[in-house]
């Protein structure tokens, strides 16, 4: 079983940035896949970016040159670099990954608020 801990939202201006992380824990795993999707109340979850084990990379046009997705593969860690930060980011991240063998695990979630 994979277990994830994400950290990094909070409450930042428009303009400003954060970075949101996603730590993997468990045994004897790999990471194929791995996405930050986003939630506001009243909508869907929406993938924002993602990350293969290949590092080919996907995001959606709304985040495209101002969030950056990466890898730590010594730390089994997947980053979420936000800049430029808009009120429209608003929303709660969820880290999901899915391991080579097809397990999908989500995390329990960061707030993260942009103000006007």
């Known amino acids: 079983q994979v277990q994830l801990v994400e950290s990094g939202g909070g409450l930042v201006q428009a303009g400003g940035s954060l970075r949101l992380s996603c730590a993997a824990s468990g045994r004897s795993f790999s990471i194929n896949f791995t996405g930050w999707y986003r939630q506001s109340p009243g909508k869907q979850r929406e993938l924002v970016a993602s990350i293969t084990s290949t590092n080919f990379t996907h995001y959606t046009d709304s985040v495209k040159g101002r969030f950056t997705i990466s890898r730590d593969n010594a730390k089994n860690t997947v980053y979420l670099q936000m800049n430029s930060l808009k009120p429209e980011d608003t929303a709660v991240y969820y880290c999901?990954?899915?391991?080579?063998?097809?397990?999908?695990?989500w995390g329990q979630g960061t707030q993260v608020t942009v103000s006007a």
């Open positions: 999901n990954i899915i391991t080579t063998f097809g397990l999908s695990t």
